[in-house]
């Protein structure tokens, strides 16, 4: 035999990143069609159908979104990311105690998510609870002393209780 088949793991890791790059080029539907390339080929794979559902949120389908990342979170328990982007969606949408809740459960999974800690310091703000925030940003930038997010965050919480020092 000459030639041996491909085996479908380096294409969907392919189409998959594929689909990354172009959904940070804002090529959303080009991306969700590399999405649909590895489901094709994997069912299963809980990064296409993630991808696929924060490409659906920044196309402005929040309702789709959302059922598609609880289907993520419910049929692959021990896979963060879906549930942080729900965190994300909450955070988005001013719904404080879901950010918190989703977080919670993101960082369950993993502890080492830098976004979930920044997600749940941003709605215990809002919630009033500045002590705890502090501690949610301070957390997150234990983890990735560069994520500037957190670092602005920080600074706002601090200000806002007149921590100027």
Do not use: C
Request: proline share 4%; charged share 25%.
């Amino acid at each position: 035999m000459l030639f041996r088949s491909l085996s479908s793991q380096p294409r969907t890791e392919l189409y998959l990143s594929l689909g990354a790059v172009l959904a940070e080029e804002g090529r959303l539907e080009e991306a969700g069609s590399q999405y649909e390339r590895v489901l094709a080929l994997d069912p299963d794979n809980p990064g296409a159908k993630n991808n696929a559902a924060i490409a659906l949120y920044r196309m402005g389908n929040v309702a789709g979104a959302r059922q598609a990342l609880e289907a993520v979170a419910t049929d692959f328990p021990g896979h963060p990311d879906a549930v942080n982007n729900l965190a994300a969606i909450a955070v988005d949408s001013g719904e404080w105690e879901a950010a918190i809740r989703y977080s919670e459960r993101a960082l369950e999974i993993d502890e080492s998510i830098t976004e979930a800690w920044n997600n749940m310091g941003i709605a215990r703000q809002e919630l009033g609870d500045s002590e705890g925030a502090a501690k949610a940003y301070d957390q997150a930038l234990s983890l990735d002393s560069e994520y500037w997010p957190a670092w602005f965050n920080l600074g706002s919480s601090l200000r806002s209780q007149e921590r100027f020092q």
